[in-house]
T-cell receptor, first 115, second 106 residues
Framework: DGGITQSPKYLFRKEGQNVTLSCEQN?????MYWYRQDPGQGLRLIYY???????QKGDIAEGYSVSREKKESFPLTVTSAQKNPTAFYLC??????????????FGPGTRLTVL | KQEVTQIPAALSVPEGENLVLNCSFT??????LQWFRQDPGKGLTSLLL?????REQTSGRLNASLDKSSGRSTLYIAASQPGDSATYLC?????FGKGITLSVRP
């Protein structure tokens, strides 16, 4: 089955710790995205990558970091610098790349809670 | 900067009603517009994608239209069912509306 997987489904972090959220896709998509969803806030873009070894900051990149070493993987690290990391994190992918912005497909999400 | 607005935030209708969900945007220079469904605690499921050159798209009981000149899109749901209860979001490029939470009463 083609799709996007995110792990873990639930993640608990102590204050001051860095944590990494996994996102993998087997759709052969060039572009991948990370969003954060808070109640009443909708989705906000953290980082996106249109091609391997390249990524761009979104609207709320502070306190987060990403890498894109492989086409199918786009891990997100939530660092201790992120002051309010408790949220639902969603990863998406699209054909994208240099062919423009296309239909996005989403993973099931990771719920991060800071203890 | 693109802004996407969905009003109202919540809607409750009786089963069988036809309904329209609205999405408005500020920048008409768009690539495409996408409608999603989200169930509680889940990821987003793509419902319809309207390319910027298109006026509408249909899938089953769903029909989405796009009017770039007025900065509006509508998602029409025919003969609503309790299983349609979810949050519906529209998105342009990387900007999402906050969604409309729909409840269909049996």
């Amino acid at each position: 089955d083609g799709g996007i997987t995110q792990s873990p489904k639930y993640l608990f972090r102590k204050e001051g710790q860095n944590v990494t959220l996994s996102c993998e896709q087997n759709l052969n998509h060039d572009a991948m995205y990370w969003y954060r969803q808070d109640p009443g806030q909708g989705l906000r873009l953290i980082y996106y990558s249109q091609i391997v070894n390249d990524f761009q900051k979104g609207d709320i990149a502070e306190g987060y970091s990403v890498s894109r070493e492989k086409k199918e993987s786009f891990p997100l690290t939530v660092t201790s610098a992120q002051k309010n990391p408790t949220a639902f994190y969603l990863c998406a992918s699209s054909i994208g790349g240099h062919r423009g912005w296309n239909e996005q497909f989403f993973g099931p999400g990771t719920r991060l809670t800071v203890l | 900067k693109q802004e996407v607005t969905q009003i109202p935030a919540a809607l409750s209708v009786p089963e069988g009603e036809n309904l329209v969900l609205n999405c408005s945007f500020t920048d008409s220079a768009i690539y495409n517009l996408q409608w999603f469904r989200q169930d509680p605690g889940k990821g987003l499921t793509s419902l319809l994608l309207i390319q910027s050159s298109q006026r509408e798209q249909t899938s089953g009981r769903l029909n989405a239209s796009l009017d770039k000149s007025s900065g509006r899109s509508t998602l029409y749901i025919a003969a609503s069912q309790p299983g349609d209860s979810a949050t519906y979001l529209c998105a342009l490029k990387l900007t999402f509306g906050k969604g409309i939470t729909l409840s269909v009463r049996p």
